[in-house]
């Protein structure tokens, strides 16, 4: 990899389900060769009944993309010109 991405790096999805999609870099897993990136490839993770959420709930969280199928925006933009 030519570039290093780190936190609130804006990137852009390049290929995948998400290919198009803008963010800013949440967080970077070294190990897993993954970054999250806010609003893109957005899950349902499903709360249990405690005393904070007595009817439990559902939350939309942010999952990992392979660093592999982003691209630094900045980057993006000059190779579209």
């Known amino acids: 990899m030519k570039y290093k991405l780190k936190r609130n790096d804006e990137v852009v999805v390049i290929s995948g389900q ?3 999609e803008r963010g800013k870099v949440l ?7 993954r970054v999250v990136v806010e609003g893109v490839a957005l899950r349902k993770h499903y709360l249990k009944k405690d005393q904070n959420h ?5 939350v939309e969280r942010e999952s990992s993309l392979h660093y592999s ?6 980057r993006y933009d000059r190779k579209r010109k």
């Open 54 to 58: 007595p009817e439990g709930g559902e």
């Open 27 to 33: 967080e970077v897993l070294r190990e897993a060769c």
């Open 69 to 74: 199928n982003v691209m630094l925006a900045s």
């Open 18 to 20: 998400h290919k198009g």
